[in-house]
């Protein structure tokens, strides 16, 4: 597709069940970044990938998190017995070699 | 730890005024960027900034760089209702081949007739 793709775009979880979020990027971006935005609030840098491998995951706020692009395309973010807390807008974006990053329309997560 | 602050972070405006949004980040940052969020909508990339001194400008909206202040800016002229929207600066780190963005809380401008 033309942009990044996110899915679900909206995803309501019981608090304790596991979730899986998917990012689909620009064709041939070498980059993917995960972001994670509460409410009236700015992105916060959750995790990094360059192709497959990740190389930086500083941002993942707990070992529930966790996140794969196994053939250096599509990545999942897992979140695992999710709380309220991880109620939040997720952003992928995507970018290659140089400046600019593309963000995706998000999924927004609601646990309960 | 990288830390970017931004004010105002709400602003209502009438139409046809001018105004400044002020973006101010702790320690060395390689490029800076402005975006805008509409409701519900994922980020606009408005400005990406290089370098000290760069200026930027898109329409209404023109965005400056001072790197030794550690201050950008976003200067709206005239403003128009469709400018009302969220709009945050972020502080890139280059890492790997790509920016690590740091964001700050987001301006919300409201622009009213």
């Known amino acids: 597709g033309a942009g990044v793709s996110q899915s679900p775009r909206y995803k309501v979880a019981k608090r304790g069940q596991d979730v899986a979020l998917r990012c689909d990027p620009i064709s041939g971006h070498v980059s993917l970044f995960w972001y994670q935005q509460a409410l009236g609030q700015g992105p916060e840098f959750l995790t990094y990938?360059?192709?497959?491998?990740?190389?930086?995951k500083s941002g993942l706020p707990s070992d529930r998190f966790f996140a794969e692009r196994p053939e250096g395309s599509v990545s999942t973010l897992k979140i695992q017995r999710t709380q309220q807390e991880d109620s939040a807008v997720y952003l992928c974006a995507s970018s290659l070699v140089g400046v600019e990053a593309f963000f995706g329309q998000g999924t927004r997560l609601t646990v309960v | 730890e990288l830390k970017v602050e931004q004010n105002p972070l709400f602003l209502s405006m009438q139409e046809g005024k001018n105004y400044t949004i002020y973006c101010n980040y702790s320690t060395t940052s390689d490029r800076l960027y402005w975006y805008r969020q509409d409701p519900g909508k994922s980020l606009e990339s408005l400005f990406v900034l290089l370098s000290n001194g760069a200026v930027k400008q898109e329409g209404r909206l023109m965005a400056s760089l001072d790197t030794k202040a550690r201050l950008s800016t976003l200067h709206i002229t005239a403003a128009v209702h469709d400018l009302s929207a969220t709009y945050f600066c972020?502080?890139?780190?280059?890492?790997?081949?790509?920016?690590?963005?740091?964001f700050g809380t987001g301006t919300r401008l409201q622009v009213t007739l």
């Open positions: 972020a502080a890139g780190k280059l890492t790997g081949t790509a920016s690590k963005l740091t």
């Open positions: 990938f360059q192709n497959e491998a990740q190389l930086d």
